[in-house]
């Protein structure tokens, strides 16, 4: 069974990726924006030094749940390996950062392997590599590229520099906030985030940013509603996570982090009021589901006449799902492609 798994016609990045690691047989291998497979199990019995980096919770959750060591944060560069694996992400700046990194936890003439569906930019990534490491190797299979480089003299050490630099978290002109290359509209107030801003009446207690991003209406609504007792912020990526709490210091006791899959993890319960504008899209790909189980779950998060501002794309069906779990559901506004709904259980 595991042979004809290997053999499948239709191999995904994650899968040709970690194929391909096998036919190397590293003995220190790191693996950066790590995904659960079934391969993994081989190649942890094959290689002697396993480090998994992954910083998005559900991914993270599915490699501890298969018993395999994973951590959001790069190994020290004093750390060097023979092998690095990298999946881009959704972001070309961080992608680059990523890139970066590995060349510099490689070992001489250690080697980085990339995998990359073509739809998500495989032949540019391959582009930017090359300019970096100088030197490549390619080819294509199932829609996807797969290249890799060696660490030798050709490698530029200057530009992973400056790719490192660019994709560090850094105050964005536009909101004042701190932000990151990679995470959902990094570099300027999104719509959608700013229209449920002007939607919200006065809020007391204790509530939670549902999917709170960098905290952009966490910090405008501690900034502006001094009767918010306690805020909970909820993130899946740690980056975006670790960049709310530096935006939200001002008010530290009021806040409460939790790095969590909100569609699956628990959440906090009996609250006044919660604030959502739901994901929709799980990796690369467009996912309304997640959405729409974001958005269930936060019903039952609320108290009694507890209240619910969410905001989503105007397309999007919360409408239907909303009434079937609290007892008023209105839309308040519906403008620029966006629409804000509000709900009391």
Same mark, same amino acid.
Request: overall charge positive; charged content about 20%.
């Given at each position: 069974?595991?042979?004809?798994?290997?053999?499948?016609?239709?191999?995904?990045? +994650?899968?040709?990726?970690?194929?391909?690691?096998?036919?190397?047989?590293? +003995?220190?291998?790191? /693996? /950066? @924006?790590?995904?659960? &497979?079934?391969?993994?199990?081989?190649?942890?019995?094959?290689?002697? &030094?396993?480090?998994?980096?992954?910083?998005?919770?559900?991914?993270? =959750?599915?490699?501890?749940?298969?018993?395999?060591?994973?951590?959001? +944060?790069?190994?020290?560069?004093?750390?060097?390996?023979?092998?690095?694996? #990298?999946?881009?992400?959704? @972001?070309?700046?961080?992608? &680059?950062?990523?890139?970066?990194?590995?060349? @510099?936890? #490689?070992?001489?003439?250690?080697?980085?392997?990339?995998?990359?569906? =073509?739809?998500?930019?495989?032949?540019?990534?391959?582009?930017?590599?090359?300019?970096?490491?100088? $030197?490549?190797?390619?080819?294509?299979?199932?829609?996807?590229? /797969?290249?890799?480089?060696?660490?030798?003299?050709?490698? =530029?050490?200057?530009?992973?520099?400056?790719?490192? @630099?660019?994709?560090?978290?850094?105050?964005?002109?536009?909101?004042?906030?701190?932000?990151?290359?990679?995470?959902?509209?990094? $570099?300027?107030?999104?719509?959608?985030?700013?229209?449920?801003?002007?939607?919200?009446?006065?809020?007391?207690?204790?509530?939670?940013?549902?999917?709170?991003?960098?905290?952009?209406?966490?910090?405008?609504?501690?900034?502006?509603?001094?009767?918010?007792?306690?805020?909970?912020?909820?993130?899946?990526?740690?980056?975006?996570?670790?960049?709310?709490?530096?935006?939200?210091?001002?008010?530290?006791?009021?806040?409460?982090?939790?790095?969590?899959?909100?569609?699956?993890?628990? #959440?906090?319960?009996? #609250?006044?009021?919660?604030?959502?504008?739901?994901?929709?899209?799980?990796?690369?790909?467009?996912?309304?589901?997640?959405?729409?189980?974001?958005?269930?779950?936060?019903?039952?998060?609320?108290?009694?006449?507890?209240?619910?501002?969410?905001?989503?794309?105007?397309?999007?069906?919360?409408?239907?799902?909303?009434?079937?779990?609290?007892?008023?559901?209105?839309?308040?506004?519906?403008?620029?492609?966006?629409?804000?709904?509000?709900?009391?259980?």
């Amino acid at each position: 069974m595991q042979v004809q798994f290997i053999q499948s016609q239709t191999m995904p990045a +994650t899968q040709l990726l970690y194929q391909a690691a096998l036919e190397l047989s590293p +003995t220190r291998l790191l /693996i /950066i @924006n790590a995904h659960a &497979h079934a391969l993994l199990t081989m190649i942890r019995e094959q290689a002697g &030094h396993l480090y998994m980096h992954q910083h998005q919770k559900s991914e993270y =959750n599915a490699l501890k749940q298969s018993g395999f060591p994973v951590t959001v +944060t790069l190994p020290d560069h004093s750390r060097l390996y023979d092998l690095v694996l #990298l999946r881009p992400g959704k @972001n070309r700046q961080q992608t &680059h950062a990523w890139m970066a990194e590995a060349m @510099n936890r #490689l070992q001489e003439n250690g080697q980085i392997m990339v995998a990359c569906a =073509n739809h998500h930019g495989g032949k540019s990534y391959e582009s930017s590599l090359k300019k970096m490491a100088g $030197n490549i190797g390619s080819r294509s299979k199932s829609k996807c590229r /797969i290249f890799s480089a060696r660490k030798t003299a050709t490698f =530029n050490a200057d530009l992973a520099t400056q790719w490192i @630099n660019d994709a560090k978290p850094q105050r964005i002109d536009s909101h004042g906030l701190i932000s990151t290359p990679g995470l959902f509209s990094w $570099n300027r107030p999104d719509p959608g985030s700013s229209l449920l801003l002007r939607q919200l009446p006065a809020l007391s207690g204790i509530g939670m940013d549902l999917c709170c991003g960098y905290g952009l209406l966490a910090e405008q609504i501690l900034y502006n509603q001094a009767d918010v007792e306690q805020i909970h912020l909820v993130e899946a990526d740690r980056l975006a996570l670790d960049c709310a709490i530096r935006n939200t210091q001002p008010w530290r006791q009021k806040i409460h982090p939790h790095w969590s899959d909100a569609a699956s993890e628990p #959440l906090p319960e009996q #609250l006044d009021w919660i604030v959502c504008n739901p994901p929709f899209h799980s990796g690369q790909s467009r996912d309304v589901d997640l959405g729409q189980s974001i958005a269930l779950r936060a019903c039952k998060c609320l108290r009694r006449g507890g209240q619910l501002f969410l905001v989503a794309n105007r397309k999007l069906p919360y409408e239907h799902l909303l009434r079937s779990e609290l007892r008023q559901c209105q839309t308040l506004i519906e403008t620029d492609g966006f629409k804000v709904i509000k709900g009391i259980r």
